[in-house]
């Protein structure tokens, strides 16, 4: 009788998964819409109050998408527009007269204000229960604290990336994860929630050292440091889920071709819009990645999505 001989294969490498924000979002609008429903039929429809503080042109689109998400889910909202000249006293005297309002749920501020006005005592100034940004320090005390995912309102971006991990069935428990940048908007709450999920966090900083050597120790890597394709390849543990929450608009070709080389869509994309954006991540490192959130479709996809379940849920710890 012959022996057959074994030749062994090499176990092939997955291709990495992009992790799609814009389906995960509307999954979550179509699951928002139908307790919205319910909630109108019951005479108390979420509403949303945002307020934009001079005519940035960026931050008048983002204002204006939250609005219109509000209308497709059948929300209530209102735009409270101020000039850029609006002191911190005027804008106090009018997020407490939201405060008061019974039917307003979620209180959103549009960032940046102008540098004349206050910003942290606008902020505090906001009923902690109306915070849908989830930036007031009782808020960020509760995520901190470890306060369930349900009773907390997180920071929108944030909130959105575990949400993303979740629907992707992306395991965090006792994964090594690092979240590079510390700002209180992205770094800071996405470091609580990974922690509270029983992530091992590690939290770099521009006065980080060996940032490389830590980066490739990451299992989940989250980028939020402003810095147009910072991440690249040899920083991306293979394998890894790689998270890319920066956005940079970039206008010309060479800037394009620099970070797309011979993508024609890319192109395609530019001569048509007149820009074409890209993360903090290198779209090259995505190739080692185990999934990855692309960009546009990945995080900024979540966010706005991400405030109306803050709102909803708002509405639902208010209102019982
Ligand atoms: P930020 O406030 O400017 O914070 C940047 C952080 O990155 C800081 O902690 C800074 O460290 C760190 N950093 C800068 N250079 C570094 C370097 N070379 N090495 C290591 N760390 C470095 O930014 P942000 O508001 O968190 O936003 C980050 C990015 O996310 C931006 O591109 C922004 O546009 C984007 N974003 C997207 C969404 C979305 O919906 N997708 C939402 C918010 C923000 P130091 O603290 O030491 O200065």
Known sequence: MSSAIVTPIAAPIAAPVALDGIAIASQIKLELAAEVAVARAQGSTPGLAVVLVGGEAASEMYVRSKVRACTELGMYSEMHTRAGTATTEELLGLVASLNAREEIDGILIQLPLPEHVDTARLLEAVAPEKDVDGLHPMNMGRLLRGAAAEQVLAPCTPAGIMEMLRRSDIPVRGKRAV????????????????????????????????????????????????????????????????????????????????????????????????????????????????????????????????????TVKAARMRRG
């Open 179 to 310: 979240v590079l940048g510390r700002s209180s908007i992205v770094g800071k709450p996405v470091a609580a929630m990974l922690l509270n999920a029983s992530a091992t966090v590690t939290v770099c900083h521009s006065q980080t050292r060996d940032l490389v050597a830590i980066t490739r120790e990451a299992e989940i890597l989250v980028a939020a440091i402003g810095r147009a394709g910072f991440v690249t390849k040899d920083m991306v543990r293979p394998g890894a889920t790689v998270i890319d929450v920066g956005i940079h608009r970039m206008v010309t070709k060479a800037e394009v071709e620099r970070f797309f080389p011979g993508d024609a869509a890319r192109l395609a994309g530019l001569a048509k819009r007149g820009s074409t954006i890209v993360g903090d991540v290198d779209p090259a490192a995505f190739a080692v990645s185990g999934a990855y959130t692309p960009v546009p479709g990945g995080v900024g996809a979540m966010t706005i999505a991400m405030l109306m379940v803050n």
